[in-house]
């Protein structure tokens, strides 16, 4: 089984294979070793192949298994193997598990089946901050960014708090349907947990979120307070200042983010 996870986290699967079909340890541990290994590698086709093969050798699947599983259907659209790990699930009395709940959740929002997504939600014992994320991510995804906000209200009156990836997701809603005041209570609640300083990603969707609701000089005291901005902070802003045609203002921003090292992008060039 070590042997097995070493090859596939460092991508060398011919050798993990080879392992796994000549080694003594050919148990469900080293199955999934592999299946991880895959997914962590981006190979979602290879990780289903690797489940279908592992059954045909009469291995049956664990949770975590289900877990790796079902990210790669999300990740490939595969909804109709999703519902047969899906149907795996309810059978081995896996239902109930939070993380395959929430697991769950996140393949059939992927997949574009909200009302899935919806319907599992709904029947979890317990609901966390990731399965809560992962509704909300699924709606966004979809282009319902009404939803997605009226979900993460929801999350909170239910006493859950947002994490770093849920702010995330619900500054991007605030930003698509200009939700500036929503996106000023998210700010808010950041500020209070300290993120700004501690998570780029919610720093750089600050930003973007007050850019594309045309409030420059929030995104600007936002960029102004992010220690180790990126490319997508400094593209967020110059987007913002492109939106309302102040290309004095993107020149000399533009000008600024180079001098310090920072270079543009494909999507840079493209605002520009």
Wanted: charged residues 20%; contains cysteine; glycine residues 10%.
């Amino acid at each position: 089984g070590a042997l097995v996870n070493m090859y596939s986290e460092l991508g060398m699967f011919i050798e993990a294979h080879y392992v796994l079909d000549n080694g003594s340890d050919r148990d469900i541990v080293s199955w999934n070793a592999l299946i991880t290994g895959y997914i962590d590698h981006g190979l979602f086709e290879e990780a289903l192949n690797c489940l279908n093969e592992m059954q045909a050798k009469n291995i049956s699947p664990n949770a975590i298994t289900h877990v790796c599983i079902l990210k790669a259907c999300g990740n490939t659209g595969a909804i109709e193997k999703g519902k047969e790990i899906h149907a795996l699930v309810s059978k081995g009395g896996f239902e109930g598990d939070i993380f395959i709940g929430s697991t769950l959740v996140d393949m059939y929002a992927a997949c574009g089946s909200l009302s899935e997504a919806k319907k599992v939600f709904g029947d979890l014992h317990a609901r966390d901050v990731v399965s809560w994320t992962a509704l909300i991510g699924g709606y966004l995804e979809h282009g319902l960014d009404a939803e997605a906000i009226i979900c993460m209200d929801q999350m909170q009156q239910e006493g859950i708090s947002p994490n770093g990836i849920t702010f995330v997701c619900s500054l991007k809603a605030c930003g698509a349907i200009g939700s500036s005041s929503k996106g000023q209570e998210i700010h808010l609640e950041v500020c209070r947990q300290k993120l700004l300083s501690k998570n780029i990603r919610v720093g750089n969707a600050l930003v973007d979120m007050y850019a594309k609701c045309g409030l420059l000089s929030e995104a600007q005291k936002v960029f102004n307070k992010i220690p180790d901005r990126n490319i997508i902070t400094w593209t967020s802003l110059i987007a913002g200042y492109a939106q309302i045609r102040e290309t004095s203002d993107v020149c000399i921003i533009l000008k600024e983010m180079i001098e310090l090292g920072v270079f543009p992008n494909l999507v840079t060039f493209l605002v520009l």
